[in-house]
């Protein structure tokens, strides 16, 4: 099965994937934690949803 995601989405699984990884004791995240690290600025550019709605409407 073939997914087309967009960017906002893509960014939002990454983010999860990796925290998933790095932070396994923090699970489950809470949304700010999602916004937070899909905002994050190290490392990777800024998202464009800067209250971390894009992407979740589809997802629902």
Same mark, same amino acid.
Request: proline share 0%; charged share 20%.
């Given at each position: 099965m073939k997914? !087309?995601?967009?960017?906002? !989405?893509?960014r939002v699984i990454g983010c999860l994937l990796e925290k998933q990884v790095t932070t396994p004791e923090q699970y489950p995240l809470?949304?700010?934690g999602v916004v937070t690290?899909?905002?994050?600025?190290t490392n990777r550019e800024t998202g464009d949803e800067p209250? &971390?709605?894009? &992407? @979740? &409407? @589809?997802?629902?």
């Open positions: 997914y !087309e995601l967009t960017a906002t !989405e893509a809470s949304v700010h690290a899909c905002n994050q600025k209250d &971390g709605t894009g &992407g @979740t &409407g @589809t997802a629902r």
